[in-house]
């Protein structure tokens, strides 16, 4: 079940998470960091930030150039075997060492790699908030491990926020030559899940038929921790929902007693 403090950063605008961060840089990929602490700072305030992995090889030229700029505490972990990942270890290890100091709320953890599931799960059994960040290639064992888990390509800075249609598309690729890194954040995208997001809305609507937008999407984050609109080329769930008529029928409602209108929703 989702932690009932998530949906509260999720429904209110003040951190309410102290949050430990780890990162395997032997699975993440720099260019995304700036991203990725932003996303972070959405759920609560990153209080260790914490890297690790062999800075010593060349793989890791490009973590070493953001460490001081986002004060990230990198801890070296030298390659003892070829073929076996003591970086996963060293992770594991320190993890399990923030867990039982019972400072934190929550952790979150950057790697696209399942070896990691075990870590989620036992974090989750602690009653803490469990946030994944990894590429589309994390398998969905450790996705679904987490309370919530983000797909690092929405968060790069060249990451499209808007649907682009396939004729646009067509042309932006024909008028472009493409690195092979930039390559990787021009993706078809995926087909919406519309049984999917029916079956969600249908299990957060009251007796009169309609959900509230925050409760719409903690049941989505409850079915599917790496759903994220952004996929579908929408900055936000509100987005999504406003730009799909055919689907959906919103009304905006008043708060007794206050300026502030919240979104509410119902099945077409």
């Known amino acids: 079940m989702i932690s009932p403090r998530l949906v509260a950063k999720i429904e209110s605008e003040e951190p309410t998470l102290r949050l430990a961060v780890l990162i395997d840089a032997d699975n993440a990929q720099a260019a995304v960091i700036e991203g990725l602490l932003a996303e972070i700072a959405r759920f609560g305030e990153a209080t260790v930030k914490r890297i690790y992995g062999d800075f010593t090889a060349s793989t890791s030229s490009s973590w070493k150039k953001v460490l ?62 469990v946030l994944g960040f990894g590429e589309k290639k994390t398998p969905e064992a450790f996705r679904n491990a987490c309370h919530k888990f983000v797909f690092t390509e929405v968060l790069r800075p060249s990451a499209a926020v808007e649907p682009i ?50 409760t719409f999407g903690s049941y989505l984050t409850k079915l599917q921790p790496d759903f994220d609109s952004r996929l579908y080329g929408y900055k936000k769930l509100s987005d999504l ?22 979104l509410y929703l119902r099945a077409k």
Not at 91 to 119: E, H, N, V
């Open 68 to 129: 001081q700029r986002y004060a990230i505490k990198p801890v070296q972990q030298f390659a003892y075997t070829t073929g076996k990942n003591a970086t996963d270890s060293t992770l594991i290890i320190d993890a399990m060492d923030l867990l039982y100091s019972r400072k934190f709320d929550g952790f979150c953890l950057i790697t696209s790699d399942s070896d990691f599931t075990g870590l989620a799960m036992r974090l989750r059994e602690e009653g803490l908030t």
């Open 165 to 214: 249609s396939q004729s646009s598309r067509v042309e932006i690729e024909q008028k472009s030559v493409l690195t092979p890194e930039s390559s990787e954040t021009i993706e078809s995208t995926p087909e919406f899940p519309k049984e999917f997001v029916l079956t969600a809305l249908d299990q957060s609507i009251d007796d009169a038929g309609w959900a509230n937008l925050g």
């Open 241 to 262: 929902v406003k730009a799909k008529p055919e689907i959906f029928i919103t009304e905006e409602r008043q708060v007794l007693g206050s300026t502030q209108k919240v």
